[in-house]
């Protein structure tokens, strides 16, 4: 069965510094997002991104955040210059049509 | 997206059926009802939706009620497997638009041996 993937599993960065995630989402499906969560909160939304341009994005995401599809696979959020407070695990989920997502299972961000 | 009310816990015996409960009073005709599940801190799982008929796949069944008010997520047989956090959420399908999902604190279910 297809999943989404994600990579890597584990990154641990300094403040400061840029981080790209990266997210392999299944192969037909036309709807991307990008959700966090910092340990022991909900699952919070940041972005999604359809016909490749941003169809919607939470107050999280401001100017440090991007996101690119950069090919046929890929899809992928980037963190331009990391805070303590962006600790989290981030996941990307892909969706054939309108409604359903598939999540990947994450990439969990440390920064120290 | 019409907000959701879930018990915040729940247990059941191995091999009994789980029944989870969610209250949606607010819904919209347009709104569909997803349930999700975590499990530890894995990526949520997509585990069925319904807009106003019960819905059944091969992970559960879904019963909305009539007045689409409330819904019951229905696991037949629970194993130590279905321990997780399930998340009943609320959410409009918008053509040409990834409309985002709104999670909650969810029903963390159990399952005993």
């Known amino acids: 069965e297809p999943e989404v993937t994600q990579t890597p599993s584990h990154q641990v960065t300094q403040m400061g510094q840029e981080v790209i995630l990266r997210c392999v989402p299944i192969s037909n499906h036309l709807y991307f997002y990008w959700y966090r969560q910092i340990l022991g909160q909900k699952v919070e939304f940041l972005v999604s991104?359809?016909?490749?341009?941003?169809?919607?994005k939470s107050e999280i995401f401001d100017d440090q955040f991007s996101v690119e599809r950069p090919d046929g696979s890929n899809f992928t959020l980037k963190i331009r210059s990391t805070k303590l407070e962006d600790s989290a695990m981030y996941f990307c989920?892909?969706?054939?049509?309108?409604?359903?997502?598939?999540f990947g299972p994450g990439t969990r961000l440390l920064v120290l | 997206d019409a907000k959701t009310t879930q018990p915040p816990s729940m247990d059941c015996a191995e091999g009994r059926a789980a029944n989870l409960p969610c209250n949606h009073s607010t819904i919209s005709g347009n709104e569909y009802v997803y349930w999700y599940r975590q499990i530890h801190s894995q990526g949520p799982q997509y585990i069925i939706h319904g807009l106003k008929n019960n819905e059944t796949n091969e992970m559960a069944s879904l019963i909305i009620t009539e007045d689409r008010k409330s819904s019951t997520l229905i696991l037949p047989h629970a194993t130590l497997r279905d321990t997780a956090v399930y998340y009943c959420?609320?959410?409009?399908?918008?053509?040409?638009?990834?409309?985002?999902?709104?999670f909650g604190s969810g029903t963390q279910l159990t399952v005993l041996p």
């Open positions: 989920a892909s969706g054939q049509g309108v409604g359903t997502q598939y």
């Open positions: 991104f359809y016909n490749n341009e941003i169809s919607e």
């Open positions: 959420i609320v959410s409009r399908i918008s053509s040409g638009s990834a409309r985002q999902l709104t």
